[in-house]
C-alpha cells in the first residue's frame, strides 16, 4: 500500500492539465509498484490466485518472502512454463511453492522460493537452503534464493556454505 500511496502521489504530482503525454523519471517506489502488480497479474490469468499468498502479501512480516515468490513465478510464466501452485492448506506434507512445466518438452520442475529477511547481518543461506532441500518435490527440484538483502556487512567469502 506505501508503494502504490507514493505512486500515486508521484504521477498525480507529474500530470498537467494538458492532453499531451507526460513523462517523468521512474522512481524505485514506483518500479516496484509495477513489477509487484504485473506479477499478480501474470498470476491471476495463468493460474488460479491463491488466497493465502494474498494474505501473507498482506503481512508486513510475510511480505518479503511472498513477493518474491510472486517473482519467481511470473518468471516461469514470461518464460512459457505453465504453473501449478501446491496445495498450501494441505498440512499432512511439505511441498514446494508450485510446479513449473515445460511447453515444449512438458518437462516438470517442482520450485521451491526462498527470501533473505532485511537487516540481517551476514549473507549466509545455509538455512534457506537446508530448508528448501528439506521439502517434498515430486519432480526435477529448482531452488531460487534471493541474495538482495540490505545492512549486508559480511565478507563476500562468508558467503559459501
Known sequence: MQWRQMSYAYMKANQSGETQIKTAPMTGALKAYINLSYNL?????NVKLQ?????RLKDK??????????Y??????KAGFSIEMENEADGQTTHCEFTAAAHDSGKKYSVEAKARQPNKETVGIVTQLSNALSKKAEHERVVFIDMNIQNFTSRVDEIMV
Open 41 to 45: 497479474y501474470l498470476l491471476a490469468h
Open 51 to 55: 488466497s493465502r499468498l494474498i494474505k
Open 61 to 70: 512480516n510475510l511480505f518479503n518472502g511472498a513477493k518474491y515468490e510472486t
Open 72 to 77: 519467481v513465478a511470473a518468471e516461469f510464466i
